[in-house]
């Protein structure tokens, strides 16, 4: 198994932060067939082999993947990936 932490400060309002972090899932739930339920701040996701949570901080979001053997081997492209939607999506404000 391989764990992806991904952590990207922004300067978004609550509200704000909430609409990027929905369009990160919307992004990465249609690249990676994720299923998306939100639990007040925190975004769960999860699909065989991945899951994980993009939850809200203040002025940051944080992003926790876990990956199954198989999915594994990708964990340097998912992280990349990821790491840039976050980026361009909180960062655009």
Not at 18 to 35: M, N
């Amino acid at each position: 198994m391989a764990d992806i932490s991904i952590v990207q400060d922004h300067s978004l309002t609550p509200e704000k932060a909430r609409d990027a972090a929905q369009q990160v899932a919307d992004k990465i739930s249609r690249e990676f067939d994720l299923a998306c339920k939100w639990e007040g701040d925190v975004l769960r996701f999860e699909r065989s082999g991945v899951n994980g949570s993009l939850t809200l901080r203040g002025q940051q979001a944080r992003m926790q993947i876990t990956l199954g053997f198989l999915m594994g081997a990708f964990a340097p492209t998912i992280r990349a990936k990821v790491a840039e939607k976050m980026q361009k999506v909180f960062c655009a404000a």
